[in-house]
């Protein structure tokens, strides 16, 4: 990639302003997420349906990411990264407009083509303005993309709090993004497009990559299923009021969050292996505890393990996977990215459907065996690691 740079910029302002962006698309995911059980009140979904619905979002975001490739090598990344957070900011208010299961689905779609837009464009942005610096601030970006959804989920506890209406909600929030797209855009990198080589949309891991693959698509799927029902186990299985559902979801981001910034010096200590095994233990012990004792206060600090669980995960396995011997290390992360972003994509939505059959905590406990699943791949992975491996955290997150 080939970054033009204009002179009355400096580092630290395209630092700030791709910063920013990270911002603007974890805030506007995170405020949809924490309306979801409002929505599902409002437009009277079961679990099952719900389950569909959610299924719309992915489905979009996956479907945008030949036609977002193809555009980021048309154009500059700052143009495609101005029109996704606009578009971004327009669906948001249409998803508060939705009135029916149908319109839903409809607006969710592009909402994930809109995310998509963002997540390449912003990761373009990071490491054009990474060229700018000797040392690694790519964590801070992807920590930066974590606050912003903590931000968006108390903003959502606070609007629940008060009752104020999802429209009026998502209109709030999609003006004060769009004006911070406009003030910042210039302080962005302006990203030469550079055509690429015809290449398959996917493309699978080898034999070595398998195992990171499988522990990538084990976290994602955790990742995902709390960001998506984390607030409506809280309704249905805990039986606590809307406020303190919500508040639920804001204490799993917090923890999330923190464990992303304290990453880096945790695997410093205790190596990465070991620090991976923890990471399953949490989360297959945090919903083990929300499953067994559905009470509020051991609910939240089961959500809390979870959060810590999920942090660190997915990045450390891309630290590990990018020494291999087959495949460079941006098509190794590539080939390791496709099969996580199916935990990511197809776990949530099931856990709707298991759940209308046969309850949230089953849904629950199925998920809690995830947590299991990464403490047996990472003993199955090899002593020789690189201790000291920078953590990156991956583009697909956001």
């Given at each position: ?56 979002l992915p489905i979009g975001l996956m479907f945008t990411m030949p036609i977002s490739n193809w555009l980021l090598s048309k154009y500059s990344s700052r143009a495609i990264m101005l029109s996704g957070s606009l578009f971004l900011c327009v669906i948001l208010v249409l998803i508060g407009l939705a ?278 791949l990472v003993s199955m992975l090899s002593d020789h690691v690189e201790q000291s491996s920078p953590v990156v955290f991956p583009d697909f997150e956001e």
């Open positions: 990639m080939n970054d033009k740079a204009i002179p009355s910029r400096t580092p630290q302002q395209y630092r700030i302003g791709a910063a920013i962006f990270f911002f603007i698309s974890g805030f506007g995911f995170s405020s949809w997420a924490s309306r979801i059980p409002t929505i599902q009140n409002q437009l009277h979904l079961n679990d099952g349906q719900l389950g569909t619905v959610l299924f719309a009135n029916s299961m149908l319109q839903l689905i409809i607006v969710l779609f592009f909402f994930g083509s809109a995310r998509n837009m963002m997540t390449l464009s912003i990761n373009t942005q990071g490491v054009g303005v990474q060229a700018l610096y000797s040392k690694s601030i790519m964590a801070t970006f992807h920590g930066i993309w974590s606050m912003a959804g903590f931000a968006g989920a108390a903003v959502g506890l606070v609007m629940v709090y008060f009752n104020v209406a999802v429209p009026y909600h998502f209109l709030i929030i999609s003006i004060l993004l769009a004006v911070l797209t406009l003030y910042f855009i210039n302080d962005t990198l302006y990203s030469k497009p550079i055509p690429q080589p015809r290449k398959p949309v996917f493309s699978l891991p080898d034999k070595y990559l398998l195992k990171f693959s499988l522990i990538c698509f084990a976290c994602m799927a955790c990742e995902n299923t709390m960001y998506d029902w984390s607030a409506i186990y809280f309704q249905k299985a805990v039986h606590a009021d809307k406020t303190t559902s919500t508040a639920a979801f804001v204490i799993y981001l917090v923890a999330m969050t923190t464990g992303r910034f304290f990453g880096d010096r945790v695997v410093t200590r205790m190596g990465i292996k070991t620090v991976l095994k923890f990471s399953g233990m949490f989360i297959f012990a945090g919903l083990v505890m929300a499953v067994a004792l559905p009470f509020v206060v051991t609910a939240m600090v089961g959500f809390i393990l979870v959060g810590f669980g999920v942090s660190c995960i997915v990045p450390m396995v891309f630290s590990m996977a990018g020494k291999s011997k087959n495949m460079s290390s941006s098509s190794a992360l590539a080939s390791i990215s496709t099969v996580g972003y199916l935990g990511f994509v197809l776990v949530p939505p099931l856990v709707g459907f298991i759940s209308q059959n046969f309850g949230l905590r089953i849904s629950f406990s199925i998920i809690a065996l995830f947590g299991g699943i990464i403490v047996y």
